[in-house]
Every structure is written in C-alpha cells, then in structure tokens.
C-alpha cells in the first residue's frame, strides 16, 4: 500500500503503537477522501492526518526502541551507529524529534511541514534548529561551536 | 547576510527553499565566515547520520498492510452507506497516486532544465570543483563515491548544482565526453518499489528516467539517445 512504510517510519520513533497509529491514519484517509483537495501532495495529506490522529490522542510520547533486523544493514558496526542515533533520537523532545523526522528523512519541505502540523513556518524552522543541536549535542557531544562574531567580512 | 541570519535559515538552506539570491547570500557567507561553515557542515553530517541510520532500518508493512485491506473490505452498515463513494475514493486515490508518483512530469521539468541551462547556458551558478561537487552531493543525501563512479563511464564531472523538478530539490550534475553534455538529476529516496531504466522523449530532448533503493535518477541529454543510455546504464549499476 503505498505511503504506509513512510508513515510507519515516522510513526514508531512517535509513538508505543505505531502500526496502529497508521491504521488509524490509513481509515481516517480513507473515510476523509472527499476532503482531499486535488492537486495537493497525497503524502503530506496523509501525514497531517497522522500528525492530528497522534495529537488527538495524546499518546505516550515515548517510544519502545524498535530493535533493527539484521537482514537489510551490511555491517555490525552499520547497526550499532543506527542504533546510537536511534537513541539519541529517541531521547529527544517529540516536537524536535517530529520536525527531524518530516524534514531529515522524509524530506519535507518547512512550508510542508507547517501545514502538516498546523503551525507557523518560523516554528517550525525553530524546532528543525533546536532538533538538530540536541540531536548534535548528543552524537558529538563538544562539537557544538556558536558562532558569536557579529558579521563575516 | 551575518551569522545569526545563517543559523536562522540553514533550515531553509538545507531544505532547499531559500530562493536563488539569498541561497547565493548564504553560500557567499559560508565562503567568507569558516564558523558558519564548520557549523553547517556538522549540521549536514547530524542529517546524513539521521537520514542513513532512519532509511536503512527495515520496515516491514506486510502485515500492516494486510489488516488495513481487511478494515476497509469489512462490510458493515457504515461503510455501505458510502460504499458508493468507496469506488470513486479508490480511483481517484489511485490516479492520485500515480500523478504524485509518476516520473513524466519530473521528466519533462528536467528536459526543459537542460534545454535551458546546459544547451541554452542560461546563467546560473554552479559549482565546478569537485570536492565543493561532493560536499553538495553529502548534504543532499547522495554517496559522493557514486557521484566520482558516474564519470567511469568515459564522462568527465563538469560541473553541479542544485535544482527544482517538480517541486523536489534535485541534485544537477552536468558531465561531458566527446563534446556532448549529459545532466544526471538524483533525488534520494527510500522506496521498495525499483524502476528500470525507461528512456522517453520531450521535445528535442532523450530522456532516461530510473529508481534504485535509494534514488530516483533522470538522465538527459539533446541531439543523441547514444549518451544517455551509456550514462543511465553506468547510473543504475552505482547508485
């Protein structure tokens, strides 16, 4: 089916329940069709009403690890370096770990991203910035360097 | 443009909607400030690791899929209650899918793209060295190997950019050989689905359209068919 293995992504670094966090979202889709505005991006649409669908509910914001299979990584240390950043993720605040997920993985644009989560573009590039520090601050911990000079000549 | 401004907008920068002449403020900045750059550059590395370590966990919708089939065909009196909208809903889900999905639209963007930029040579700015080249290819989400592997199929990286087809940010590479110019246009992408290569026409342009795992590659070149298919077969076999 398509856009479930993308949602399913997004859902289990969200949520305890994510296969059913996406059935909700596929119904609902599927029920809500004559909502949908042609022309529109299925994908975003489908994800703003996930995104309601997880808000709505108010789920557990903190996930179970999904554990990694071993059939699709090539190597041991392939594995733990996802799982290390799997964490890190994990441990995030889930506005950060939402914006990460969209606009990182998936490859939503901010402008997308704010009409998928029904806030303003300048929050949602704030919580992309804020997302990537932690999530820097966590993989490579020192390596954050503010640059303080006032303008670049 | 000063620091604070680029640390505000890498959002933007990295998604690829910063609009020509503040992406060329932007870049010029982290030209002339090597704190800004260093922090862009971890930046990008945080994506990379991101994106590589979300893409490559095995996600299984077998059995996903198999139950939401089961709940929508469960007949109850809800659901035949609008079981006439079910059908439509269904077929217009389904061209819905395929319009957002299908590569003649990218295709055609990226034709009239070449046209335009490579046999017209309208100005734009690009990129000819090639670790800048690489560097560009890491943030999009692209193996910078398979970007120096592409030119061993006897073609010579010329130059690269970042581009728009179809509202997705597409990585513009132009490489040459016998005097002819060929643009390669990649996106990443994590789809199960794999697309051989097709090659199609649009307007004067020979166009090869493909899907590995982890891109979706468009190959275009004017006058000859001849280097497109050299390019798109060198393509599918490293990317």
């Given at each position: 089916m398509p856009h479930t293995r993308s949602l399913l992504r997004v859902a289990r670094r969200l949520t305890s329940d994510p296969e059913d966090l996406v059935q909700e979202t596929m119904l609902a889709a599927w029920r809500g069709f004559h909502q949908f505005r042609g022309g529109t991006n299925v994908r975003a649409w489908l994800f703003r009403i996930m995104m309601n669908a997880f808000h709505a509910r108010g789920r557990k914001a903190r996930p179970a690890l999904v554990p990694l299979g071993e059939h699709d990584v090539p190597t041991a240390s392939h594995v733990a370096a996802s799982a290390e950043v799997a964490e890190a993720l994990d441990e995030l605040a889930v506005e950060h770990r939402t914006v990460l997920l969209l606009g990182?993985?998936?490859?939503?644009t901010c402008q997308e991203m704010s009409e998928i989560l029904g806030v303003p573009m300048g929050t949602v590039m704030s919580r992309l910035s804020r997302g990537r520090d932690a999530l820097r601050e966590r993989l490579a911990p020192g390596l954050t360097t503010r640059c303080t000079a006032k303008e670049a000549s | 443009m000063i620091c604070q401004d680029v640390l505000g907008l890498s959002s933007l920068y990295f998604s690829g909607e910063l609009d020509e002449a503040r992406a060329a403020e932007f870049r010029a900045h982290l030209q002339a400030c090597p704190a800004c750059a260093a922090e862009i550059e971890q930046m990008a590395e945080v994506d990379a690791r991101l994106r590589d370590a979300m893409q490559t966990e095995p996600v299984d919708t077998a059995m996903l899929d198999a139950r939401i089939r089961r709940h929508i065909a469960a007949p109850s009196r809800r659901w035949i209650s609008i079981a006439a909208s079910f059908a439509a809903a269904v077929v217009i889900a389904g061209i819905a899918y395929r319009v957002s999905a299908g590569p003649e639209r990218v295709c055609t963007d990226a034709a009239s793209d070449h046209q335009r930029e490579v046999v017209e040579g309208q100005r734009r700015t690009w990129l000819s060295d090639t670790d800048s080249i690489a560097a560009l290819a890491v943030r999009q989400g692209i193996a910078s190997s398979a970007v120096a592997q592409l030119a061993d199929s006897g073609f010579r990286l010329d130059r690269g950019k970042l581009c728009r087809l179809d509202g997705r940010v597409y990585l513009h590479l132009v490489y040459s050989g016998n005097g002819r110019a060929v643009s390669v246009f990649l996106h990443p992408h994590d789809s199960q689905t794999i697309h051989d290569v097709r090659t199609l026409h649009s307007g004067s342009e020979h166009v090869a359209y493909f899907e590995t795992q982890r891109v979706s590659a468009i190959v275009v070149a004017d006058q000859s068919s001849e280097p497109v298919n050299r390019m798109a077969q060198a393509a599918a076999r490293v990317l």
């Open positions: 990182v993985v998936e490859g939503f | -």
